[in-house]
């Protein structure tokens, strides 16, 4: 089974900061990686797909990156209503699918 | 607009059943595969199951293997999961969600606490 290992798992950042969250595979997922963000009471919301696309309707300050076992996640500009918890998933390994830990993102 | 509705949560006892059931609208149910993903009450994400559009692949967590079986009727816009033997580490938010990637959406949860 494939493990993703997501860090931190908790991050306080002062509005206006650039915010990196990383996730990395046990084994090579190519760009088989989504993130979302949850809010609190809310189902997940997807951001990110195909490792580095933005899905539709998404402010372009969210970005991804990375391939084979290595991501990334970045808030360019971190505005308030960002506050949430950020998860990375990988796709690759069917029929098998699994969540990162989470990151917790706190206004400082 | 696309729906997805989860119903079929509630009490029930360790090592009885239940069987949720997602109603799905608004989108071409059998263009899409199928998901459960859970979230136990201050926990992460946990993707339980998932079956392809026409029910030819189907996966599961190890968590859920043997106990969980996932099924769909495309003929009624409907997602199943039926949960055997439950534990107690099954208590959580069971959310359906059409597809994975791109254009994925997500019902807002049903709740099965399993507890004596």
Redesign the interface.
Known sequence: ?IQMTQSPSSLSASVGDRVTITCQASQDISNYL?W?Q?KPGK??K?LI??AS?L??GVPSRFSGSGSGTDFTFTISSLQPEDIA?Y?C?Q?DN?????????TKLEIK | EVQLVESGGGLVQPGRSLRLSCAASGFTFDDYAM?WVRQAPGK????VS?ISWNSG??????SVKGRFTISRDNAKNSLYLQMNSLRAEDTALY?CAKD???G?F????TLVTVSS
Not at chain 1, 95 to 102: A, D, H, K
Not at chain 2, 106 to 109: E, K, R, T, V, Y
């Open positions: 089974d989504n979302y949850q189902a997940p997807l797909y195909d696309n899905e539709t918890t998860y998933q796709y069917l029929p098998q699918y699994t969540f990162g830990q989470g | 998901h992460g994400l946990e993707w998932g692949s189907i996966g599961y967590a190890d959310y994975i990637g791109s994925t997500w019902g807002q949860g």
